[in-house]
């Protein structure tokens, strides 16, 4: 009996109609919450490094920032992710480090809540080219008894590009053939490379042109080069000479050994020459001195010396010379102001050492002849005691005579 009156009541019409109100009203509900409210995203998104300087290479950590940011909830259906952004700019800067702050840019409607990071580490290394020669070495080096002639390298250098800090540190590019590469009598196209760089700065380093032709000869000996000679001088030069200059010939000589020993030696030298008896230009031939143990001359044992002198000049103050009259007046005598004067002249030392040890010096004269004033400024003249001097400055130039009346 109670169920049936209970089945008639869930199949009753005014039952059916407030059920569909409740459920009407809950639908309502939900969807008017979901479109009007709010809810936080989380985006990660690149960082734009703006505005880089021209000549300057960027490094900057991190790559990427996450994002939060809020937006009605209807906001986010027609929204595209792509719309955010982050960005550090780096607009007007030298090269160095920075902190700069990150920029996050969200479209109209959306705001930010958080960001992972808000600075950057910014490194902005200058960039510069170099121009390096290339160099031939055999990968493993070269057996015993082999060695290269007539190398060629098309292009003979090669420009690289990169890091002011890095490019620094290069100090030779090479191309590196294998020996049965040059057996074939062929040129050889290698890539060119840089044994001084770094493995994990190749990425920031361009090498132009990246490769570059090879040719050479592999014969039998030892290996020879030309070394610059140097004549060893000993021995002061006579004092009234200075040494002008020296002429080698030839200014090079061929040496022969192995290459460890070659490349630890940068000139040959001669036999002393003794300068203490030389007073003028000679032209000498001096042996070569004797080479380190494992390399010989392959050719000349001697070379040509030309020695160059030139006549080395000093000066001397003779201080407070008197000032003398000479010549006939029609004064009966003259008084000088100032009385003595300075000296200063120009000679050979030896020449000037002479004077001091004779006891003569220059002598200081006013030419009083045909003066009617009683009072007039003139000049000084010197009398040197020996040719070969010259006269540098009087201090002073002038003296003033007086004529005596008694």
Do not use: C
Not at 12 to 17: A, D, E, I
Not at 22 to 51: D, H, K, M, Q, T
Not at 115 to 139: D, G
Not at 194 to 220: C, G, M, Y
Request: proline share 7%.
């Amino acid at each position: 009996m109670k169920f049936n009156r209970l089945d008639k009541m869930l199949a009753s019409s005014l039952f059916l109609k407030g059920l569909s109100l409740v459920v009407a009203f809950f639908l309502w509900f939900y969807v008017s919450s979901e479109v009007g409210g709010e809810s936080v995203r989380e985006y990660l998104v690149p960082i734009e490094y703006r505005n880089v300087p021209a000549g300057l290479e960027l490094k900057a950590d991190p790559k990427e920032v996450r994002i939060q940011a809020m937006a009605g909830n209807s906001f986010f259906s027609f929204f595209e992710e792509s719309a955010i952004r982050a960005e550090v700019d780096l607009g007007g800067l030298e090269a160095g480090r920075y902190r700069l702050n990150v920029r996050a840019l969200l479209p109209s409607g959306m705001r930010l809540v958080s960001l992972s990071h808000s600075l950057a580490e910014v490194n902005l290394t200058r960039i510069v080219e170099r121009v390096l020669p290339l160099k031939a070495e055999v990968k493993g080096g070269l057996p015993p008894g082999l060695l290269l002639e007539a190398v060629e390298m098309t292009p003979s250098e090669i420009t690289v590009r990169g890091p002011e800090e890095v490019i620094s540190g290069l100090k030779s590019a090479r191309l590196e053939p294998q020996i049965d590469q040059l057996r074939l009598g062929k040129p050889v196209e290698l890539a060119v490379v840089l044994p001084d760089l770094p493995q994990n700065r190749r990425s920031s380093v361009s090498v132009t042109p990246e490769k570059a032709f090879l040719s050479a000869k592999v014969l039998e000996g030892l290996p020879t080069r030309k070394l610059a000679v140097r004549a060893r001088l000993v021995g002061e030069a006579n004092r009234d000479y200075s040494l002008a200059g020296l002429i080698v010939e030839p200014a090079e000589v061929p040496v022969q050994g192995p290459l460890a020993h070659l490349d630890a030696l940068a000139e040959v030298t001669t036999e002393a020459i003794d300068l203490s008896e030389m007073v003028q230009g000679t032209t000498l031939v001096v042996p070569l001195a004797a080479l380190p143990e494992g390399l010989n001359y392959a050719a000349e044992r001697a070379v040509q010396v030309q020695i160059l002198f030139e006549n080395r000049t000093t000066t001397r103050l003779y201080a407070s010379l008197p000032v003398k009259t000479i010549g006939r007046s029609v004064y009966p005598g003259w008084r000088v102001e100032p009385e003595v004067i300075d000296v200063v002249v120009e000679g050979i030392p030896s020449q000037l050492d002479a004077l001091a040890s004779e006891g003569k010096a220059p002598e200081v004269v006013v030419d009083v002849t045909n003066i009617v004033s009683k009072k007039l400024t003139v000049p000084v003249q010197v009398k040197l005691p020996l040719s070969g001097i010259r006269l540098v400055r009087t201090e002073p130039t002038e003296v003033t005579v007086y004529a005596l009346l008694d």
